[in-house]
C-alpha cells in the first residue's frame, strides 16, 4: 500500500510498504478513506526526529471502512464506518475507566516510561504505524473504533478522532466560570475549534495569533482576536480588555515550537546538528522547548485562574516560572485528550442537522497521499493558506 513515511527532518515520503495484517485476536484492518494532518505531526517533522526511524509511518487522525476483523474485534463488523482516537486505548483497565485514555494500562508504553501507545507518533510512543496510509491496523478493536453513520461527508465524523475531543478537553480543562473570559493562544486548527467549542457553551473569547489567515478566518466567525505582531505586551493588552485583572482561563493552543523565542530557537537549531543518539538523549534530559506560550498564559491569566495546555511541551527541565504560578494560585492542567471521554458528548453536534461547530468546511485542503511532502511544509511554512489538511487515500 501507499503510505507517508517519516526520513528526517523536514523529509517525508509516499513510499510503497507492506499492507497491514490482523496480529491479534482484537485487530481489525480498516481502509482510510480520510486522514488528518495534525500540528503534533509538524513536532516529528521538525523536533522530536530524534525518536523516530526513518520509514516511519506517519498519521493518527483516522477514518474509514472496516475491511477485515480479528475473532476478538467483538461488536466490529466488515463494512462500518468507523474514526479511531489518536491513542490506542482497550476501554477496559482501571485508567480507561477514570476516563483517562491516554493513560491505558494495557498499551502504556512502559520502556519509554509514557502513557498510551499512539498511532504513527514515533518510538516514545510504541512506534505504531500510523494512519496516513492506505490501510491502517487498528489494535485495540474491540472497543476503539467510533462507528458513525452513514450519510454525512466523512469531516463531519473525521475530527473525532482528534482535534474535536482535543479541543473540547482543552475548554473542559480550563473551568471557565460562567460569564467568564477564555483567552486562547493560537489560532490552528486545535485553538480554533477550542474558540468555536467555547463560544458555542457561552463564553467569551479572545484568542491571540500572529498569522493574518488565521486570524482572519477565526474573526470571520465572530471571534475576537489580539494579533501578537500588533501589540507589545499580549498580557496587558488581554488585562485592558477584562477589566484589569486577566482572563479567567487560558487555553494554551500552541506547544513547544511557539513564534517569539529567539534564543532557544537557535538552541533548536544547534540540537538538530546533532548525531541522532546524543540529541534523543539530550532531549530526554535538557529539554529544549520554546516557551513563549506558557509564559504569556502564565502572565495573561487572573489571579486564581485556570492555564490548560493543550499544545504539546516535550522538553524534560525546562524552567518554568514557579515563583509566579504559586503567588497568582493558578491552576495548570494539561495532557493529550481523552479521546472517547468526550465522544458522547460531542456527537450530538456532529450528527446534527446545523453542524454548529463548522466541520463541514474547517478543512482548507483535501488531497491524495502522494501530495504529502507538499502538504507539511506549506502547514509548516503556512504557506497557500493551508490550514488543515486531509489526505483522502
Ligand atoms: N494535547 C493533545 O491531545 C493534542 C492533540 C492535537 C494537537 N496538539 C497540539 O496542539 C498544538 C496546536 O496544534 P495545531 O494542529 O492547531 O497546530 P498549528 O501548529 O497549526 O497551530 C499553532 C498555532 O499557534 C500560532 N502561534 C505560534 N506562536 C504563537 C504565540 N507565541 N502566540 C500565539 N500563537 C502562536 C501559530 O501561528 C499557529 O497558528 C500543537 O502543539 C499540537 O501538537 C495536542
Ligand atoms: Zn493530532
Ligand atoms: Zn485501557
Redesign the pocket.
Known amino acids: 500500500m501507499k503510505a507517508v513515511t517519516w526520513h528526517g527532518r523536514r523529509d517525508v515520503r509516499v513510499e510503497d510498504v507492506p499492507d497491514p495484517t490482523i496480529q491479534e485476536p482484537n485487530d481489525a484492518i480498516v481502509r482510510i478513506t480520510s486522514s488528518g494532518l495534525?500540528?503534533?505531526d509538524?513536532?516529528l517533522y521538525e523536533t522530536l526526529g530524534p525518536f523516530m526511524t526513518a520509514g516511519d509511518v506517519l498519521g493518527h487522525e483516522p477514518m474509514g471502512i472496516v475491511e477485515e476483523v480479528g475473532p476478538q474485534a467483538d461488536g466490529l463488523a466488515v463494512g462500518d464506518r468507523v474514526v479511531m482516537p489518536?491513542q490506542i486505548c482497550c476501554g477496559h483497565c482501571w485508567m480507561c475507566q477514570q476516563g483517562l485514555h491516554t493513560q491505558c494500562e494495557t498499551t502504556q508504553v512502559r520502556d519509554q516510561g509514557m502513557g498510551a501507545a499512539l498511532f504513527g507518533y514515533s518510538k516514545l510512543y510504541g512506534a505504531v504505524p500510523g494512519a496516513q496510509a492506505e490501510y491502517l491496523r487498528v489494535p485495540q478493536a474491540q472497543f476503539m473504533p467510533i462507528k458513525v453513520p452513514e450519510g454525512p461527508p466523512d469531516e463531519r465524523f473525521l475530527y473525532l478522532s482528534?482535534?474535536l475531543p482535543?479541543a473540547w478537553q482543552a475548554v473542559a480543562y480550563a473551568d471557565v466560570p460562567k460569564d467568564g473570559t477564555l483567552l486562547v493562544?493560537?489560532?490552528?486548527?486545535?485553538?480554533e475549534m477550542a474558540c468555536r467549542v467555547a463560544a458555542h457553551q457561552g463564553f467569551r473569547v479572545i484568542a491571540?495569533?500572529?498569522?493574518a489567515e488565521?486570524i482572519a478566518r477565526a474573526q470571520a466567525r465572530g471571534t475576537e482576536v489580539i494579533d501578537?505582531s500588533a501589540v507589545d505586551d499580549v498580557a496587558e493588552e488581554v488585562r485592558s480588555r477584562t477589566q484589569g485583572r486577566g482572563a479567567d482561563a487560558v487555553v494554551d493552543?500552541?506547544?513547544?515550537?511557539?513564534?517569539?523565542s529567539p534564543v532557544s530557537k537557535m538552541g533548536q537549531t544547534l540540537f538538530n546538528m546533532l548525531p541522532k543518539k546524543v540529541s534523543a538523549a539530550v532531549m530526554e534530559r535538557a529539554g529544549s522547548d520554546r516557551m513563549?506560550?506558557i509564559y504569556?498564559a502564565i502572565d495573561a491569566v487572573r489571579r486564581g485562574g485556570t492555564v490548560s495546555l493543550?499544545?504539546?511541551y516535550g522538553g524534560q527541565s525546562d524552567p518554568v516560572p514557579m515563583l509566579t504560578m504559586f503567588d497568582k494560585q493558578i491552576q495548570l492542567r494539561m495532557?493529550?485528550?481523552n479521546v472517547m471521554r468526550w465522544v458522547d458528548d460531542i456527537m450530538p453536534l456532529v450528527t446534527g442537522p446545523d453542524d454548529p461547530l463548522g466541520t463541514e468546511e474547517f478543512a482548507t485542503h483535501r488531497v491524495p497521499l502522494d501530495e504529502a511532502p507538499t502538504a507539511y511544509a506549506d502547514?509548516q511554512t503556512?504557506t497557500d493558506d493551508t490550514f488543515k489538511v486531509v489526505f483522502k487515500p
Open positions: 495534525c500540528g503534533s509538524l513536532h489518536f482528534d482535534v482535543t493562544l493560537g489560532l490552528g486548527p486545535v485553538g491571540v495569533e500572529l498569522e488565521r501578537l493552543a500552541v506547544g513547544m515550537e511557539a513564534h517569539g513563549t506560550a504569556t493543550i499544545g504539546i495532557g493529550q485528550a502547514f503556512k
